[in-house]
């Protein structure tokens, strides 16, 4: 059965069409991955998905997107998280800087029920994440990068969700940081984590996924297995420097 499926999705910015009825696919278990350059429709995807707006929010012109085959169009983003469990990494991880990494992690339970013991799953982001352990009385503003690259990834998981979207996770790591956070969502993947994932770096997001469609400009102008588009001469060409 197929977890989550956006049908000819039609979204407008204003006056700015940003997708001209895409449509994919993701299935229980997998981790797929959307390619493209800036401006392609790829994050404009995950906040139509996700219904958590920009400032200047999204408009949903015709299409649908349907969660285990019941369209989501009009469910509020609070039901998104904590009835359906898909929780969104944003793109720039929007951390809380003034509070600590543990403060971060316990605010991310904020609609689950509090009469569950969080101390194993707070465990679990530690395990994941040995930095974390280190500094999780530290403020969050005062950590790296990668370190608030990995909070922003535990701080998601403490929501119970079950599907995670990321955008653009790798952006701004130092190489050892990237591979160190990718071997977690392949971790995480063969743990039973459902996978949708934005990445600028093409090469690195096809070498983890099982599958992947590429955006241009609002529309998918490919698709197909991960080793199929890493295959692709006009793939290679636009997005892995081949």
Not at 59 to 71: A, C, T
Not at 132 to 157: F, N, Y
């Amino acid at each position: 059965m197929t977890l989550l499926a956006v049908e000819n999705l039609v979204v407008k910015y204003g006056n700015i069409q940003a997708l001209h009825g895409i449509n994919f696919h993701v299935n229980p278990g997998e981790i797929v991955t959307l390619i493209g350059a800036n401006g392609a429709g790829k994050t404009t995807s995950l906040y139509a998905i996700t219904r958590l707006p920009p400032p200047e929010a999204p408009r949903v012109v015709s299409g649908d997107i349907l969660f285990e085959g019941n369209s989501i169009l009009k469910t509020p983003p609070s039901t998104v998280v904590k009835d359906l469990k898909l929780a969104l990494v944003p793109e720039g991880r929007h951390i809380f800087g003034n509070l600590t990494v543990m403060e971060n992690l316990v605010l991310a339970t904020y609609a689950r029920d509090q009469k569950i013991d969080f101390s194993k799953e707070y465990q679990r982001i530690f395990d994941l994440f040995p930095r974390l352990a280190e500094r999780k009385d530290q403020r969050s503003e005062s950590l790296s990068g990668g370190e608030q690259q990995m909070l922003a990834v535990g701080r998601a998981l403490m929501t119970g969700c079950t599907f995670l979207l990321l955008d653009e996770p790798s952006m701004g790591l130092a190489p050892v940081l990237k591979y160190d956070l990718f071997r977690t969502l392949k971790r995480l993947n063969e743990e039973g984590m459902t996978i949708l994932l934005i990445e600028q770096n093409a090469n690195l997001a096809l070498h983890l996924a099982h599958r992947g469609y590429v955006l241009d400009t609002g529309e998918i102008v490919a698709e197909g297995t991960a080793e199929k588009l890493l295959g692709n001469p006009e793939v290679k060409k636009a997005y892995l420097g081949g």
